[in-house]
């Protein structure tokens, strides 16, 4: 069975911390892994992706980390801000395609 | 662009009713999706379609959903009957079809099934 497990459900940071979300999958036929966020009262929207073949992507303060191995990738926010209080979900899927397998999601709140 | 519409934003219905959920997709995109958010089952993949047509909808909980895209830039979700563990938020998205190519969310629409 396709599944992508997500840790943890929720989050507190301080303003300017760290926040690290983990996702962990079964399938090794998975060859893409996005992540999007969501704001309440909207739909996620795509933040940043990684393809296997790369240990690591950052884009501004958005870095994921893939160790292939593991099976095991995440997500880490450098210096926090309040706005980036907000749902994360790691996914899945093979061949690159479309139809993703999402993790649970985490609420992240960044406290000023 | 608009960006995926949905409508209703909020719909509260009494169980037993018929409820219609509708999508318009981002223009040119060859994929729709239907997923549904719980805070129990997280975000579940109901059904998806490629140039109009489904391709897996094993997603659908039970025959009580049904999903169709008459054309490329409308998709209707349809509960028929409803019931109270339909409640949850209902999203369409749409895409190209080409590899790695984001999802784009619509803002959903909040099912209330009393």
């Known amino acids: 069975q396709q599944q992508v497990k997500q840790s943890p459900q929720s989050l507190i940071v301080q303003k300017g911390g760290i926040s690290i979300i983990n996702c962990a999958y079964e399938?090794?036929?998975?060859?893409?892994f996005p992540w999007y966020q969501q704001f309440p009262g909207k739909g996620p929207a795509l933040l940043i992706a990684i393809r296997p073949d790369v240990s690591e992507k950052k884009e501004g303060r958005f870095t994921i980390s893939f160790n292939k191995s593991a099976k095991q990738f995440s997500l880490h926010i450098m210096d926090s801000q309040p706005g980036d209080s907000a749902t994360y979900f790691c996914a899945a899927s093979i061949n690159a395609g479309n139809m993703l397998t999402f993790g649970g999601g985490t609420r992240l709140m960044v406290k000023p | 662009d608009a960006g995926v519409i949905q409508s209703p934003r909020h719909e509260v219905t009494e169980m037993g009713q018929e409820v219609t959920l509708r999508c318009k997709p981002i223009?040119?995109?060859?994929?729709l999706f239907w997923y549904r958010q719980t805070m129990m089952r997280g975000l579940e993949l109901l059904i998806y379609f490629n140039n109009n047509v489904p391709i897996d909808d094993s997603g659908m909980p039970e025959d009580r959903f049904s999903a169709k895209m008459p054309n490329a830039s409308f998709s209707t979700l349809k509960i028929q009957p409803s019931e109270p563990r339909d409640s949850a938020v209902y999203f369409c998205a749409s895409s190209f079809r080409d590899r790695g190519s984001p999802l784009h969310f619509g803002n959903g629409t909040r099912l209330t099934v009393t």
């Open positions: 399938n090794t036929a998975f060859d893409y």
């Open positions: 223009s040119g995109h060859d994929y």
